[in-house]
């Protein structure tokens, strides 16, 4: 219980700096370019990817929480609040899923203490979460869009996928950093 209520509040950090600090920071600097909601720059994709390789399936839950509580606090309406939190969070549970299920572990397992190597769990993270920037981005152009597949197809993809990589460069520099408290 205690990795799913820390990852909420991680991800709650996460959203808190996308709204407070990146997505301002994206309209000043990218006033010229209004291609709908997406963010250059994603962070919390990149947790909710880790976080779901960490714990497992079950991280469906802070994410979906997470997801409803922000929607909920900027005042994003009810139909697209429902629609956010949904796909936010399939789209985290469908490559977690494949993953498990082709490596014959238990579906609902994450790699947390199953002595995964720090490159081992940076590539899955990663792949996890490249499907699901893949797929995140084809549902929300989908449902921006009436004419399908977008240039905010694309924005939402490279949102996601900086989102990984900062998620990624964050927690290898922590494990880096317990690692050496450790020794």
Same mark, same amino acid.
């Given at each position: 219980m205690k990795p799913l209520i820390f990852g909420y509040l991680i991800l709650m950090v996460s959203m808190l700096l996308q709204f407070q600090v990146i997505w301002p920071a994206e309209a000043v600097l990218l006033s010229h370019w209004s291609e709908g909601p997406a963010s250059l720059l994603f962070l919390p994709h990149g947790i909710k990817a880790l976080l779901i390789v960490l714990v497992g399936p079950i991280a469906v839950l802070p994410i979906t929480l997470a997801h409803l509580t922000t929607d909920i606090l900027i005042g994003v309406d009810a139909g697209r609040i429902l629609f956010s939190a949904f796909v936010s969070s399939v789209v985290m549970l469908i490559p977690m899923l494949m993953f498990n299920y082709v490596?014959?572990?238990?579906?609902? &397992? $994450? =790699?947390?203490?199953?002595? !995964?190597?720090?490159?081992?769990?940076?590539? #899955?993270?990663?792949? %996890?979460? @490249?499907?699901?920037?893949?797929?995140?981005?084809?549902?929300?152009?989908?449902?921006?869009?009436? &004419? $399908? =597949?977008?240039?905010?197809? !694309?924005?939402?993809?490279?949102?996601?996928? #900086?989102?990984?990589? %900062?998620? @990624?460069?964050?927690?290898?520099?922590?494990?880096?950093?317990a690692h050496r408290v450790s020794d």
């Open positions: 490596s014959q572990r238990p579906l609902l &397992s $994450g =790699v947390m203490g199953s002595g !995964f190597s720090l490159p081992q769990m940076t590539r #899955l993270t990663f792949s %996890v979460g @490249l499907i699901a920037a893949l797929l995140n981005a084809l549902a929300n152009a989908a449902w921006y869009s009436e &004419s $399908g =597949v977008t240039l905010l197809a !694309f924005r939402y993809l490279t949102g996601d996928l #900086l989102g990984i990589f %900062v998620a @990624l460069l964050l927690w290898s520099l922590l494990s880096r950093i």
